[in-house]
């Protein structure tokens, strides 16, 4: 495949393909047969979708669920410190599909990555459309925390799936150590509640390895289901900024975080099918940032029963969930390690990354930015 114009990396889709040393097991040469999904993937020239989707907020209202219990564990390697439940029920598509790719040697020919993927653009119906964000960027907020320009953003859309959106690589390579570092350094720790310090009190001693969440601005009640009326403490800037960025290049307007959950994967970890239904104002969307290696992450529906499209996420990536995607079924079933991060050159002495790097080889960390207040 000739990379197209706006193919956002250095090198051409085949040398990173080959690159990616979990891809072993992909099905991508062209003498080999394609993936069911990759044959109905297109991939847009700057002609054939230039404009930035705008898709405001009133036309993605979404379906309101009935209020049911968050994510838990079915064995030890899905998030079981966090209190999630297990939502999907044995037998569902979304449970099929956890269980598929839960195993380590699970055939990923037909996991989407979108940094990779072939498509063809004569098919009528495409899973995705990938097109660059073009335009005047002029109304956005400024990028920072280490976004990548404007310009430089792909923005992935799922015609069938409306209001879900992917941004590959969106973070400045150099940012992903700082992202990573800041989770490991500052969001685990007081105040913020984690699940070995439930009360967020100072001074409790306890080993990295063990973080599996942390939560941010209103602390999610894992038992009550429920988020304060009062938030801890402010969300970090960083948050309400990126997340602001986000939502206004993918044409949802303005948004105002004021919650986060941060999922600390070690490489065996899973996180189970479930919804995220607790915050209380569904119409607002759901922006998940993912650092340090990669994860399959599946999507589904509203229903356990619905058709769940596996993704790859890398670290860098962005995936927003927002008006008929806000409340759909989504599972991580495998964390996969496909790269590895050194220390940054030319620091000062007192940057010491050696376990960040460390960490980064060896986990995902995901943060979840959401809305709990009505707005
Ligand atoms: O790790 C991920 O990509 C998803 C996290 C998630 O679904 C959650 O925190 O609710
Ligand atoms: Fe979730």
Redesign the pocket.
């Known amino acids: 495949m000739v990379a197209p114009a706006w193919w956002p990396y250095r090198t051409p889709p085949r040398d990173v393909l080959k690159n990616c040393n979990h891809f072993g097991n992909m099905k991508r040469n062209s003498n080999e047969e394609k993936s069911p999904s990759s044959k109905s993937i297109r991939l847009n020239s700057p002609s054939e979708g230039q404009q930035p989707c705008k898709i405001p907020m009133a036309e993605m209202a979404t379906t309101m669920a009935p209020e049911s219990p968050m994510?838990a564990p079915d064995n030890q390697n899905e998030q079981s410190a966090s209190g999630y439940e297990v939502q999907a029920p044995a037998g569902s598509a979304m449970r099929a599909a956890f269980n598929r790719f839960k195993q380590r040697k699970s055939d990923l020919s037909d996991v989407l990555d979108l940094r990779v993927s072939e498509g063809s653009r004569t098919d009528e119906s495409p899973i995705f459309e990938c097109r660059p964000l073009l335009g005047d960027f002029e109304g956005l907020p400024e990028v920072c925390h280490g976004l990548r320009p404007y310009n430089e953003w792909t923005i992935t859309t799922f015609p069938s799936r409306p209001g879900l959106f992917v941004i590959n690589d969106a973070f400045e390579p150099s940012s992903h150590l700082n992202w990573l570092r800041s989770a490991i350094g500052e969001y685990s720790q007081p105040p913020n509640p984690t699940n070995v310090n439930l009360t967020g009190e100072a001074g409790e001693k306890y080993a990295l390895e063990a973080v599996r969440?942390a939560t941010l601005g209103f602390d999610y009640n894992w038992t009550t289901k429920e988020y304060p009326d009062v938030p801890r403490a402010p969300l970090p800037v960083e948050f309400t900024d990126v997340a602001n960025c986000v939502t206004n290049a993918v044409g949802l307007g303005e948004f105002h975080a004021d919650t986060a959950?941060v999922?600390y994967?070690p490489l065996k970890a899973r996180?189970s099918p479930?919804v995220?239904r607790s915050e209380r104002d569904h119409s607002q969307p759901?922006i998940?940032l993912?650092f340090g290696q990669s994860?399959i992450?599946l999507t589904g529906g509203v229903s356990a029963d619905d058709e769940v499209l596996p993704i790859m996420?890398h670290s860098g990536d962005i995936?927003v969930m927002a008006g008929t995607q806000r409340l759909v079924f989504?599972?991580?079933p495998q964390v996969l390690k496909t790269r590895t991060f050194s220390p940054p050159v030319g620091l000062p002495s007192d940057a010491d990354f050696t376990s960040v790097v460390a960490y980064a080889n060896t986990h995902?960390i995901?943060i979840?930015l959401r809305r709990t207040l009505p707005s």
């Open positions: 994510p969440w959950i999922n994967y996180l479930h995220d759901l998940s993912s994860a992450y996420l995936l989504h599972a991580v995902r995901n979840t």
